[in-house]
């Protein structure tokens, strides 16, 4: 029995087109014939909380082109491709939180592997979406997530407190309890004003979207 040998990477956020596609199924059929599915998510939770996300399941090119032309926004899109004796491919994108692509191949033949990784990467990375790319990267969407949320609502909710507590029960016992209601109230605030940051940025800057 023969290893299975497998390489995956990150996807850039990318703009798809009915080109492109024409272009992958070229790549994906280079060595002949293959057996593919897309599943494309239809849904609109740019959170992620959504836990039964509604998806279409293609298996005709024109009609997957005409599915994702249609769609407002595309949720989710992920693209598998099973080659004979040869391996699989698989290419996934999804839109909302946390947004990003990866790009999984695996099969028997090290150099079948290394050769459609690369072909695939390099025909994505010919439509990579920079601001996006670098905005949903782990440091980017760590600041949008949780560092710029608990900056913003710690300042609001520290002056809103001397504002409105008293100097003298802020200097009483009563501190401990206004520190802990203090704390309560920024997390609660942050988690609001990150759920808002996130929406915006998703609808200004999807991670894959079709190109109009």
């Given at each position: 029995m023969q290893d299975v040998i497998?390489?995956?990477?990150?996807?850039?956020?990318?703009?798809?087109?009915?080109?492109?596609?024409?272009?992958?199924?070229?790549?994906?059929?280079?060595?002949?014939?293959?057996?593919?599915?897309?599943?494309?998510?239809?849904?609109?939770?740019?959170?992620?909380?959504?836990?039964?996300?509604?998806?279409?399941v293609i298996v005709d090119?024109?009609?997957?082109?005409?599915?994702?032309?249609?769609?407002?926004?595309?949720?989710?899109?992920?693209?598998?491709?099973?080659?004979?004796?040869?391996?699989?491919?698989?290419?996934?994108?999804h839109n909302y939180s946390r947004p990003g692509g990866v790009i999984v191949v695996s099969g028997s033949d090290r150099a079948w592997v290394g050769a459609k990784y690369q072909d695939l990467r390099t025909l994505l990375e010919a439509v990579k979406e920079n601001v996006a790319t670098k905005l949903y990267h782990w440091l980017g969407f760590a600041i949008i997530h949780s560092v710029l949320p608990l900056a913003l609502s710690f300042i609001v909710v520290v002056l809103a407190a001397a504002l409105a507590i008293p100097a003298w029960a802020r200097q009483s016992e009563l501190i401990w309890w206004i520190s802990v209601g203090t704390m309560i109230a920024t997390l609660w605030v942050a988690a609001k004003v990150s759920d808002r940051l996130i929406s915006h940025f998703l609808q200004k800057y999807p991670y894959i979207r079709w190109l109009s």
């Open positions: 497998a390489r995956k990477g990150r996807l850039p956020a990318c703009v798809l087109s009915g080109p492109l596609l024409e272009e992958l199924w070229r790549v994906l059929g280079q060595e002949g014939e293959y057996s593919w599915q897309a599943k494309v998510g239809t849904g609109g939770d740019l959170l992620g909380k959504q836990m039964d996300r509604p998806q279409e090119h024109d009609q997957l082109v005409a599915l994702l032309a249609s769609l407002p926004r595309i949720d989710s899109l992920r693209i598998t491709a099973e080659f004979a004796e040869k391996g699989a491919v698989s290419l996934t994108f």
